[in-house]
């Protein structure tokens, strides 16, 4: 076993970073034969399949509908039945991730995508409200506790493939408004909302906020700026910004960060 991992992990090492991607990396769609065409033009993806299921995986129990097999800095491997298909995710830190599904007997590449982040967690859900279940891979925590989300989304047939998003920390979809928020809490490094929706596979920014802390001192008040922008055509526009002095009586800074854009941050 540990000799499996050994030859599987130097081989990712010299090629992990090279995996091409099943689909292309703009791609945002779904297209299967595309896809199967593509699959067949890249023989090292191939070969790295090949390798991983006839060593590795051999070795490991996979008959379970849920597992979660992680070896710390080498690699993580999660199954799921994600909409009554099973998938098989194997990311490997600051490389790549792998994504299979069972194919009759044998498992087939789905997609990879590099990956420059340390798979900590990941959730099962509906995160675009069409009705399938998506995967979302959740990255390591920052010092703040703030980490980065990868998404598999879904097609009609409840397949899985890789979506090209902006950078995104932690998520909620608001079945009720079909909006997706992302937020990151930085505390004095900063904060940031931001509203998304979906159009086809594509999110697009609807508008978003950030905010910084100027700590003051004896002397001399700190404040707190809150900038307002939008997206103008391919640009980002700033609406407004508020500057809020401690010195301001009546106005409590971070009472107006707590409701803007949309309230508190969403729950893990």
Known sequence: MKKALLLLLLL?????CNIPRVNPYYSIGNNPSKNDEISKKTPNVKRITTYILDTLLSQIDLNKDHLYYDTLEEFTLVKELVNNHEVLVIAVPY??????EKNGGDWALLDSVQYDDYFLRYGVEDINGDGKKDLIIKGGYNSNGNYRSTIFLSNKQGKLHYCH??????????????????CIDGGWHGNGKELYQWKSDSLVLIRGADMSVEFGNDSIPGYIIISFYSIKGDTIHEDRELIISDSDKGKDGHGMWDTAIFKSYPAD
């Open 12 to 16: 990712l090492t010299v090629v992990g």
């Open 95 to 100: 490389s790549s991730i792998m994504m299979f």
């Open 165 to 182: 998003t902006p950078t995104l920390w932690v998520l909620k979809f608001d079945k009720s408004t079909g909006y997706l928020k992302s």
